[in-house]
């Protein structure tokens, strides 16, 4: 970094998040006036322009690539028309101890007086709550599932490369042409693909002006601008802003500020989950680079600080605030913002290229908490990428994460997509697959497969409240063999992801009628050619998904049924249940046995893994294929953001070991501890499952900075993740862990039973160790750090 | 001891197999602990693997002391103690004890395996091995103490195409290690100190007979890494390593040397085995607490090796 980024950089890290009512008291204004003029697609495309065309621009001393959402960074938005925060929401996200925003007098005064009185029962949140059935609200509260779009929009979606091509007034072209060969005399829909398609040039037309905003304020301040140097800047980010995003972006400069316009846009229109992404960064950028490089308009020192400029600017954006379940299924400041490395060309030829190498510079040098990134590495992916991937990873700061692209690649084949979408999509969020510029991939909430075991052993009744959620499949006394009890979980498992879907098709056809996305619509293909809103089907592919949560537990907690209660008969399932109701009180060596005497997944172990097959089909046969309301399927994915935990609190003791309240595994990784025999041993657990038919599965592993040592460490780190690709595994994640982490595996070694650490000649199990000894490694690592 | 139906039925003395092991040999390996060894290295950092016969580990911190040992064992005084022999003083070696226990701080070091086990524990990883040059290797306690289970298990290995690597201390019979030498790809032979006075007084075995053996399979041309432990006050003097790295230089099958701190791994095991600390059981008494050599002193010993030419390595 140089002195501008690292005081940016500073800057951004020191600025504390906080909550703005501009946008809110800007909606409420052009609503107020507004709503019952337009038609649907209208009011949302022209609150959009009036947005663009009021909210406070910030220009920061030093900055090179401009715009924020709120009227400083770091200060969040808010979208009354999804979610309308009550006093005490705003309270609670001022004083909660994690992911707090503060919260100014003045903001609680505006929706006090004026938001909360106009969006009180208007707002998506307050409509969609109402049109669910009462079983849905009962499972919702007892945690068998979240449900995303109660507080933010369907988002979820990456760019591809088309506003490297396209101007604004390009797609304002093809809009007028949609236009023009709509058939009012045959199409019955031809007039809501008209206000569809009107409402797409006025968001257009929107981003325009709030770039010329941003051209005219920076043309202002170089006119008052004592430093010459700064005053050319200015100059150049005016002529950046008067050229695009109106127009095609000419050099690299342009590419970056078009992509973040966009981003903007999209983040102002809505509030869709996981932001907004540009998906493959480094091909996007590469023709732009090479050229400049030719003709000398840039060095690779200035694309360097241009795209630590262009980072800083993800990291003043934290998440829109969350409250209640939604916040502790992803209670984070991140919001999933993901650069994408690497991966493959939609030729089918390597997408690597020097600035794939020059952003995994930036990653490394700055390691901000956003954006995120992540690498695609695939059959032809030079190890050379992969190995400066690890080499960054190795420092522990737990990014970029790494993909599978072949198997990005056929997961997205079975979906029905052409090979060359396939290719040119990748993984977004957490490890979420989709089709880049052309799908609307919509996660739609969290399954908890841990609550519908403690169902199948509690007849359908929930233990903790007595509420019945489930239908009644029996009493643990009344299964008389594993088959039996493994009946009853797929019944309630079908039960409740029924209930699940009849809520997704309500909420998605509210939001396909009520919440259009004019401006995101632009954005994805085929809106503009069918006319149809992004969140009414108009995307070329449609994907929903339910990401079923706890699969390490659910498996190793009916392994251990198997074994101790239907194959060994040391005890009833009756009084196994009793146990477990009683969270093991009284019984530690019950437990101690459940915990070390039984199969546990991830230890290449088929007593286990065989079972945690056999839910993952369950899931897959429950959840994929179905029709959903935007015209697409429901798919299954693995993975948990921080759900685990929140699901965790809502389960009682299981019979794997686990205390009631304590965090369900996560994602495919194992129980936490409960893999034993090292990393290749979970790759083989974790390599069984059929990859190819979810859209996403989530594994994490950690290791000591020690065992990654030196080129070797990297070579068989990188070895190991080639081995898991060749099983089709979908993604990794490697945790270095810090000395913090060795201290609380220390203080707390049941929770930590599978960190491995180098010792001598040989790795080994940290809590394996005498206390001496783990003193010394603790601090040997910092020895390894320095 | 053999088995009855051919070489696979063949059995070894197994204390474990460590999957997925980075520092054994090249690439990703599995490796086998073979139970049993000649010498009594004070530093040992699996004294678990000392003796051949299976040895009774507890844990007192994992113990509940929850009485399901003593209620599942038949003999009339109750379960050994730790460090005891799996079947002697009255122990009918039916293992109800460690089963029965529900924290598993109750192991038994040693369990005897047939080469088919064996191997298809090894073949879960080829996947591994294929990706990074890697496979087995065979290490202890002293593999060449089981000479018959090692050369059964390494005919396996070379049939289903793996690399093996034999990790010995050198101090085993000639024809043991001359046959060995024909089914490995590898040794990662152990240089502890090159006094032969210190060498006898220190492991209880004497030098002469290892360097020979180091020189008869160097005649084979099976190529091989030296691993030096560095201990404190034993060979961490520039005199002992400089002595080593002569030997590395006058054995061309040498490819690389290894020199590996010293660390009190084993004080934890010793625990479990109830040998603790004690000199008088055979620890020893300035070792259990030395510390590790530090980074900058495995440095300035690795430099020795410079002139030979040879690659030298810290660790692994």
Known sequence: MNPRTTRLRQESLDTLPTISAERALLLTEFYREHLGRLSTPLLRARSFLHLCEKKTLFLGEGELIVGERGPVPKAVPTYPELTCHSLEDLRVLDSRPKTWYRVAP?????????????????????????????????????????????????????????????????????????????????????????????????????????????????????ATEPDPARRAELRKIAEVCRRVPAEAPRDFHEALQTYWFCHLGVMTELNGWDAFSPGHLDQHLLPFYRKGLADGTLTEASARELIECFFVKFNNHPAPPKVGVTAAESGTYTDFANINLAGLLADGSDGSNEVTHLLLDVIDEMHLLQPSSNVQVSRKTPDTVLKHVLRVLRKGYGFPSI????????????????????????????????????????????????????????????PRTGARLGPATGDAASHATFDDLYRAFEAQLGHLVDLKVRGNQIIERLYATRMPAPFLSVLTDDCIAKGR?????????????????????????????????????????ADLVAALDADFEWNEPLRQRLVHKMPKYGNDDDAADDLMLRVFRSSFAAIDGRPSARGGTYRLEMLPTTCHVYFGEVCGATPDGRHAGKPLSEGISPVQGADRRGPTAVFRSAGKMDHVKTGGTLLNMKFAPSVLAGEEGIARLSQLVRTYFRSDG????????????????????????????RVAGYSDYFCDLSDALKDEIIARTEQTEL | MAGESGQGGRTGTIFNVQRGSFHDGPGIRTTVFLKGCPLRCPWCHNPEGISPAPEVLVSDSRCLSCGSCEAACPR????????????????????????????????????????????????????????????????????????????????????????????????????????????????????????PQ???????????????????VTRTGVPIWLRIPVIPGVNDDEASIARAAALATRTPSVRRVSLLPYHRTANGKRDRLGRGTDPARGASPTLADAPSPTPERMAALAALFAPTGIETTIGG
């Open chain 1, 106 to 222: 003045e903001v609680l005064a505006a929706y006090e007086e004026t938001v909360i009185p106009y969006w009180r029962g208007r707002s998506m949140r307050d409509q969609i709550f109402p049109a669910l059935p009462a079983e849905w609200h009962e499972a919702y509260a007892a945690g068998v599932f979240t449900e995303f779009m109660e507080q933010r929009a369907p988002g979820h979606t990456v760019l591809d490369d088309k506003v490297y091509r396209k101007g604004m007034n390009d797609f304002r072209r093809e809009i007028a042409a949609a236009i023009s060969v709509l058939d009012f005399e045959h199409d019955p829909e031809a007039l809501d693909r008209r206000e569809e398609l009107l409402a797409m040039d006025v968001s257009c037309e929107a981003l325009v002006r709030f770039a010329e905003r941003h051209a005219a304020l920076a043309e202002k301040e170089a």
């Open chain 1, 403 to 462: 993909f599978n692209a072949d198997t990005v690649v056929e997961e997205q084949l079975r979906q029905g997509k052409t090979l060359e979408d396939a290719r040119a999509g990748g993984c977004s969020g957490c490890v979420e697959v989709g089709a880049f510029g052309k799908e609307a991939y919509i996660l739609t909430g969290y399954f908890n497969l841990v609550k519908v075991l403690e169902l199948a052993l509690h007849d359908g009744v929930d």
């Open chain 1, 533 to 573: 809103d992004y969140n009414a089907g108009g995307a070329r592919y449609n994907n929903t998904f339910i990401q079923a949560v706890g699969i390490g537990t659910v498996t190793d907690a009916l392994a251990a049924v198997r074994r101790l209660v239907f194959d060994e008969h040391g005890l009833s399932l």
């Open chain 1, 730 to 757: 979908h993604h990794v994640q490697f945790n270095v862990v810090s000395r913090e982490t060795l201290e609380a595996a220390k203080a707390d070694p049941e929770s930590h039973r599978d960190l491995i650490v």
């Open chain 2, 76 to 195: 009339p005084e109750g379960p050994l103690p730790a460090g005891s022999v799996v079947g002697r003083d009255g122990c009918l070696a039916c293992r109800a004890c460690v089963e029965a226990c529900p924290s598993a701080s109750r192991e038994v070091a040693g369990r005897t395996m047939t080469v088919a086990e064996v191997l298809a524990e090894i073949l879960r990883d080829r996947p591994v091995y294929e990706e990074s040059g890697g496979g087995v290797t065979f290490s202890g306690g002293e593999p060449l103490g089981q000479p018959i289970f090692l050369l059964a298990a390494l005919e396996a290995c070379r049939r289903e195409g793996l690399h093996a690597t034999v990790d010995t201390c050198g101090f085993a019979p000639r024809e043991t290690v001359l046959g060995v030498a024909t089914q490995a790809d590898l040794f990662l032979w152990d240089v502890k100190t090159l006094d």
């Open chain 2, 198 to 216: 210190r060498h006898l007084a220190l492991t209880g075995v004497p030098l002469e007979p290892i360097l020979a053996n180091l020189a008869a």
